[in-house]
């Protein structure tokens, strides 16, 4: 744990008890890491319960309700975290946009909505995260995004969220190479399919016989891999797609 004191994390999409978000936020403030996480369409009062939650494992944490979609909302993320806590030097872009489409519905209102909140807000924060980061005195940071598996097999009736999300495969690679030498590290992790809010017992039946562990991953497997991702031990990775699917098998 001392290897987190008085760090911050900034993690999106953090919206309901059973999601990868919340699991990412319990992980980090577990291992006395600050947080600040934003949220859209969570229940009325869950997120601030969640806080108190997160504030009863011994660190600060603060809230935002935000929609990603603003063309602004990255700059105002990163002022309100500023104020309330401090400047974050770990960013997690969790927060996704997904509806299903297919050839015959995708138009150009389902791509725009998808690519305000899957690549321009998750671009936008991670550029003026390292903007940001060159005027503080912090020696090392952490940029973490989320892909869900776009880079090694099809999403049929999802085109629009694999378009958008596996953009980020690609802005991550680059991103790397560019904040090395600021001491910033930008991996991705694609979780494969994971037992959180969009499962219905007619899917986990379906995907349970591909997971040659015997179980469907859970959001506390991709906060595991996010934590180390986080740490001062990862600071030698950079510029990966970690594809944390417990062995998935598709097709």
Known sequence: MS???????????????????????????SQGINVFFTHWNSDAGWAKDFQQEIVELGVNCKEMKINLSDANAAFTILDTVSDELDFPSI??????????????????????????????????????????????????????NMTSGQDIAPMPGELAYVATKGAISAFTRSLSQELAPLGITVNAVNPGPTD??????????????????????????VARIIAFLASEEAEWITGQIIHSEGGFIRG
Not at 9 to 24: E, K
Not at 93 to 114: F, I, P, Q
Request: aromatic share 8%.
């Open 3 to 29: 290897h987190f004191q008085n760090k911050t994390a900034l993690i999106t999409g953090a919206s309901s008890q059973r999601d990868i978000g919340s699991a990412i936020c319990h992980k980090l403030a």
């Open 196 to 221: 959180s809010t969009w499962m219905t017992d007619e899917i986990r039946e379906f995907l349970l016989p591909k997971f040659p562990m015997g179980r469907i991953g859970t959001p506390n497997d």
């Open 91 to 144: 960013l997690i872009n969790n927060a996704a946009h997904s509806t299903s489409d297919g050839y015959l519905k995708l138009d150009a209102r389902t791509l725009d909505e998808h690519y305000a909140v899957n690549m321009r807000s998750n671009f936008l924060l991670c550029v003026e995260f390292a903007r940001r980061f060159e005027q503080t005195t912090l020696s090392s940071g952490r940029i973490i």
